[in-house]
């Protein structure tokens, strides 16, 4: 029973956290014989990210290689591997934004373009569970458990940090209409003194010309 409830849990959290629970992601990226092809993806601060990734040769050709780099929000060098045709990175976010991981083929091999598979895993997705059982001897229950318990953390940061944006947008909001707002005074003040300036000038000068 006890582990029936904890399943049903477990589904549960996961339908309702589809989007807010940092999580996998398998990226199948088809790269052009020149030019670069780059996947970014928005994370927050202090979290952890891992990602693997493979060349997929195809069955006429040799075998090519590639160049990685990625790069944080403010342009911080995270990876950066040439001549390989596979790799894996892995860090901890420090700075909040969109973090920039960019593939090309290296040098001049063919005109063909070359695929290849990223397996990108971000925040809860990326801890190694099965470490931490053998680490802390649990298993079972007790270990969904543990998932469930960092499952529930990831959540109510991501809703802390979606908070954290939501205000940071209403306020940019709020100003930009109070500056609309003024700007608008402005615009209506300056054509009324206009129009009277222009009814001054028109009245002196049908006076000097003796029409009124």
Not at 2 to 28: E, M, Y
Not at 31 to 45: D, H, R, Y
Not at 85 to 101: D, P, R, S, V
Request: include cysteine.
């Amino acid at each position: 029973m006890g582990k029936r409830v904890v399943f049903t849990l477990l589904l549960s959290l996961c339908f309702f956290s589809t989007n807010l629970i940092p999580s996998v992601l398998a990226i199948w990226l088809t790269l052009p014989a020149s030019g670069t092809k780059c996947v970014s993806e928005e994370i927050q601060n202090n979290v952890v990210v891992l990602a693997d990734y493979v060349v997929v040769p195809d069955d006429h050709s040799h075998s090519a290689t590639i160049a990685v780099k990625v790069t944080s929000p403010y342009g911080n060098n995270l990876h950066h591997k040439e001549n390989s045709t596979h790799g894996n990175f892995a860090f901890t976010t420090q700075e909040t934004g969109n973090y920039l991981a960019c593939f090309w083929i290296d040098g001049h091999q063919g005109s063909g373009d070359v695929n290849v598979n990223l397996d990108w895993k971000i925040g809860i997705a990326a801890k190694d569970w099965d470490s931490v059982a053998r680490k802390e001897k649990i298993e079972g229950v007790e270990l969904e458990l543990r998932k469930l318990e960092g499952a529930v953390e990831a959540i109510h940061e991501n809703l802390l940090y979606l908070k954290g944006r939501e205000a940071e947008m209403r306020t940019m909001s709020e100003k930009t209409n109070a500056r609309v707002a003024w700007f608008s005074i402005l615009s209506l003040g300056m054509c009324i003194a206009v129009s009277a300036l222009q009814l001054w000038y028109l009245k002196r000068f049908f006076q000097k010309k003796k029409l009124i």
